[in-house]
């Protein structure tokens, strides 16, 4: 798990297996929490989709519902060789 408070200047909260959450500065007005946890199991979603995480089945992000200021980075890295490998930027 990977955990952080960023604040109106940014900041940048890493979790397991190297994904981040990237918030620029203006984002939010005050301190925030900012959680990441690794999910372990998820439901089956059938064979068209492929589990990219590197070992972790998904991530869940925190705080819910929170509404930022300035569009934030989501970025989770991707196993060498499944699904195009490398690092992407997942939401914008």
């Known amino acids: 798990m990977g955990e952080g408070v960023v604040g109106p200047g940014g900041g940048v909260v890493v979790g397991w297996g190297g994904v981040e959450v990237r918030v620029p500065e203006g984002a ?11 999910l372990w199991e998820v439901e089956e979603v059938g ?5 990219v995480t590197g070992g972790a089945a998904g991530y869940r992000f925190y705080p819910d519902g929170i509404v ?18 490398g690092t992407g930027v997942l939401l914008r």
Do not use: D, H, L, Y
């Open 47 to 51: 064979e068209w989709r492929e589990n």
């Open 28 to 38: 939010v007005r005050g301190e925030v929490e900012v959680r990441i946890e690794p």
């Open 68 to 85: 930022f200021e300035e569009p934030v980075e989501v970025v989770i890295p991707v196993e060498e060789g499944v699904g195009g490998g």
